[in-house]
């Protein structure tokens, strides 16, 4: 029986290659023109190319080609449209770059961009050319682009040692590899020196010099190996990812995963570029990692850490920091967790005196412990013997000198006091004092100057405390053994005490950042509203980091707002809102501290949630962060774009369900009009028709009459109730207030409703001492009317309906009261909603009528009420402050 299962394809990595094909689908396109070394012919063959590319109609422009004054390739630049370039002013001397927004604005289908590998200008947006080539292609625009073999990262070392040159210029190795196409340009080196020679490449007194250098035919022979290794190694890799993606089976699964172990020495940028192009070329997953000892790193070795953890994301290594105070068991516990078949680890170069003892056994510990994984070791640099010299002798200990003197001064102080008490204590007691104090100073002090303490307790004891005195030597074998065991002693107790004080003050740190980053979830998530998100925002960065910030959140348009200043003291120029703007578009940090516009004194960050980014945090750096400082920042800033995101997400949900709610409104509504339309429509229609058609006696022509008039009432009820409820939709409502006699307001009201009240018996209650109310006639007259139309609906034929007015407390009283069925428990808080209709409500009637009562109401600051009365039906209360007249003036 076949397995169909083997060759179905996972959903994750489905979804994953169809998401990963969509992003490519929207951006450009990026072809690299590959050489071995300048005067291969890159920027020759690109535009030969894009010559052929013009003749099948593509639109394509000059966005920066340099052709060295080469008469050919001159020659070839001309026909192509060629944005001017953009002029900086630097230390009084003028450079020019691409001009990056003049390049995005014309929207070429291909741009062309000599050097990718090129630094720009101080003062451009971005410190290299392949970040300007980065957002032209976020830009959808293609790009053509030429790129020599030192310029890669990984190989920048390997080509510095071939060649004796150091590159400065180089790009990550992710650019390459991510790149569309590669087209590798090549020549021999007799060909490329004959080239030189004939003074294609340089002038004739440059080229003389350059193959006595650069170009000797040994290194090019080098370069050009390692061009073709490359090029291959990148075909075979897209033959794997073809094959994994087509799910086509073959022998090209290899399952290798590396993991390179780095530390804070300059070597271990050595060692990342070459376990990075071991796993290029063995088809390898990679990551790096740090082990996080008890060692206090240097300012110095500090930055050489960012600088490595730097070069790791460069070329597109994974990145871990593991706190442990064993460093072989802290790389192969990881390793074993991460399911990793290779470590790569460098020679350890021994520095001093101590490290002769430790690091000698580092290699094979780590070999013994590391089980089935494979461990490779990468050699040591040329001059390690030199350096060794120089350091052998000086251990590597961190404390500064003032820990050593105030050490000193306190074992000294309370070696006199010890001596004055010696004679009632023995020197025995005088031993444990001072190994007490060992240990309690290294509650406080590092390991330098708990080892002098321990040396200089020793040697104090001997000299003054143990018999004979004044003297070091030693009489009895005992007191001997004595000393040996109390400086062993001492050293141990104190260093392991400094040991695991360390290791508190490391985890105290982590577990406070942990603390905080729960404390800023849990904060944010009792929040609800932009604002009260920002302002959490503000107070945890400002409370952790010691940094005052301001946060600009993306709009509709997917623009950004004003910044949220209102918790901060920051101000923003218009410069500096227009890079908030750029962050925005372009999800990348930028300002101070980074490749993009770096003159500027603030950083921008990009609050990039699950989906989309929410907005920019702009903040004053004082300094750059650590490592573990970024790692915590990230933390923080990933917690509060994901509370920015699902805000966004509440509100879109909202919005979706009013909308919802408005069309079914809608349809409702319609359906309604349309019917409530169609009865009084049709009747008319009957009607006239009728009467049009035949004659009828004066008696049916009469009722016809009636029915039409009914309906035209009815008609102009529901225009009105229409037009009311547009009125309080749109505000325009207005009360005109005057004296008014409530007499007029029911005998108003009952007229209007004589045929409709005609099958009940209404009363009128008011009172005989009622004042006149100064209130808008018009809108109260619609209110009663309303609620009466509403007691004829449900009162039972021949009940009774009330119509009470009263004057209390400056409020005028107007009931409504029938027999009707009253409301349920359930409808009572609807009945003023519009369109709301009871279950049991006759046909007819649109729902409108209570609704306009409310609004009425409310347009006159009055009150409405609905309630069941004792023995059935319902009462409408309504309260509207009024004024009554003084009626001395009023007479006058």
């Known amino acids: 029986m076949i397995d169909f299962n083997d060759n179905r394809p996972n959903p994750d990595e489905l979804l994953a290659s169809l998401q990963n094909e969509e992003e490519k689908t929207r951006q450009g396109k990026l072809k690299i023109f590959f050489g071995m070394c300048a005067g291969v012919g890159k920027t020759y063959t690109m535009l030969q190319t894009a010559h052929a590319e013009k003749q099948k109609g593509s639109d394509i422009i000059v966005g920066y080609v340099e052709t060295h004054n080469r008469k050919e390739t001159d020659e070839l630049a001309e026909g192509f449209e060629t944005i001017p370039r953009k002029t900086y002013e630097y230390r009084s001397a003028t450079f020019q770059e691409m001009d990056l927004d003049a390049i995005i604005a014309r929207k070429p289908q291909i741009v062309l961009v000599d050097e990718l590998a090129h630094t720009n200008a101080p003062g451009s947006r971005h410190a290299k050319r392949y970040q300007d080539v980065l957002e032209i292609l976020e830009n959808g625009i293609n790009v053509y682009t030429t790129l020599n073999v030192q310029h890669i990262e990984s190989r920048s070392e390997t080509v510095a040692q071939i060649t004796g040159i150091v590159v400065r210029e180089t790009l990550p190795d992710e650019i390459f590899e991510n790149a569309d196409e590669v087209e590798l340009i090549d020549l021999t080196a007799k060909e490329l020196l004959q080239r030189l020679s004939e003074g294609k490449v340089y002038t004739a007194e440059r080229s003389r010099e350059a193959v006595k250098n650069f170009f000797r035919k040994g290194n090019i022979t080098a370069l050009r190996e390692m061009a073709l290794r490359i090029v291959a190694d990148r075909v075979d890799k897209q033959l794997r990812d073809y094959m994994q993606q087509k799910r086509i089976q073959g022998p090209w699964k290899s399952g290798l995963r590396l993991l390179v172990a780095i530390d804070y020495k300059p070597q271990s940028g050595n060692l990342l570029r070459w376990a990075k192009n071991l796993s290029y070329s063995m088809g390898a997953s990679i990551q790096a990692v740090y082990i996080e000892t008890l060692h206090n790193l240097t300012p110095k070795e500090q930055e050489q850490l960012d ?407 009815r008609l102009n009820r529901l225009i009105e109730n229409l037009l009311n409820m547009s009125r309080l939709e749109s505000g325009h409502i207005t009360p005109r207030i005057d004296w008014c006699d409530v007499h007029d307001l029911a005998h108003q009201a009952a007229e209007t409703l004589r045929q409709e009240l005609h099958p009940f018996k209404l009363s009128v209650i008011i009172p005989p001492d009622m004042p006149l109310v100064n209130i808008d006639f018009g809108l109260t007259e619609q209110v009663i009317h309303n609620l009466l139309l509403n007691a004829t609906q449900y009162a039972p034929a021949g009940s009774r309906i009330y119509l009470k007015f009263f004057f209390d407390n400056g409020l005028l009283h107007i009931q409504v009261m029938d027999r009707g069925k009253g409301f349920s428990p359930n409808e009572l808080d609807l009945v003023f909603n519009k369109f709301f209709r009871g279950k049991d409500s006759k046909a007819g009637g649109i729902g409108l009528g209570l609704s306009i009562v409310k609004g009425f109401v409310d347009a006159q600051q009055g009150t409405v009420s609905a309630e069941n009365r004792k023995n059935g039906g319902a009462l409408f209360t309504v309260k509207i402050p009024v004024k009554t007249p003084d009626i001395d003036s009023f007479n006058k």
């Not at 001596?419 to 390991?447: E, H, P, R």
């Open 307 to 713: 600088k490595n953890i730097n070069l790791t994301k460069q070329l597109g290594i994974k990145f871990r920091i593991i706190t442990h105070t064993d460093v072989v068991k802290g790389i192969v516990g990881f390793a074993h967790k991460e399911n990793v078949t290779h470590i790569i680890v460098g020679k350890p170069r021994v520095r001093n005196l101590l490290s002769m003892f430790i690091l000698g056994s580092f290699v094979n510990k780590l070999i013994r412990y590391s089980g089935n994984i494979d461990v490779y070791i990468l050699g040591s640099d040329t001059d390690a013997k030199d350096k060794f010299g120089k350091k052998a002798f000086i251990p590597s200990f961190t404390s500064n000198s003032s820990q050593y003197f105030l050490v000193t001064a306190i074992i000294l102080l309370l070696s006199v006091i010890c001596y004055f008490i010696k004679d009632y204590t023995g020197y025995q007691v005088i031993s444990f004092i001072l190994l007490f104090a060992v240990s309690i100073l290294a509650l406080f002090y590092g390991t330098g100057p708990i080892l002098l303490a321990a040396t200089l307790c020793a040697i104090i004891w001997d000299y003054f405390f143990i018999p004979p005195q004044g003297t070091l030597h030693i009489e009895k074998p005992l007191d001997v053994l004595m000393l040996i065991m109390f400086f062993i002693i001492a050293l141990l107790n104190g260093i392991l005490t400094s040991r695991i004080r360390h290791q508190e003050k490391k985890i105290r740190i982590r577990e406070e950042r942990t603390e905080a980053v729960y404390q800023l979830t849990k904060e944010l998530s009792i929040k609800s509203g932009l604002s009260e998100v920002s302002e959490v925002a503000i107070n945890y960065i400002r409370k952790y980091f010691l940094l005052d910030c301001a946060i600009f959140l993306k709009n509709k348009h997917n623009s950004l707002n004003r910044p949220v200043t209102k918790y901060s003291s920051l101000q923003l120029s218009e410069n500096e809102t227009s890079i908030a703007a750029w962050v925005l578009k372009n999800s990348t940090k930028a300002g101070k501290y980074t490749d993009t516009l770096p003159s500027t004194e603030f950083t921008f960050y990009p609050l990039i949630g699950i989906t989309e980014n929410m907005g920019v945090v702009a903040v004053k750096h004082p300094k750059n962060f650590t490592q573990g400082e970024s790692q915590f920042w990230d933390a923080c800033l990933s917690q509060i774009s994901g509370k920015y995101e699902r805000e966004y997400l509440r509100e879109a949900a909202k919005k979706a369900y009013l909308l919802n709610e408005s069309d079914k409104l809608y349809k409702a509504l319609f359906n309604s009009i349309s019917h409530e339309l169609r009865i009084p429509v049709a009747t008319i229609m009957g009607a006239s028709d009728t009467l049009l058609s035949q004659g009828y006696p004066e008696e049916t022509r009469l009722k016809l009459y009636t029915e039409i008039n009914l309906a035209s009432i």
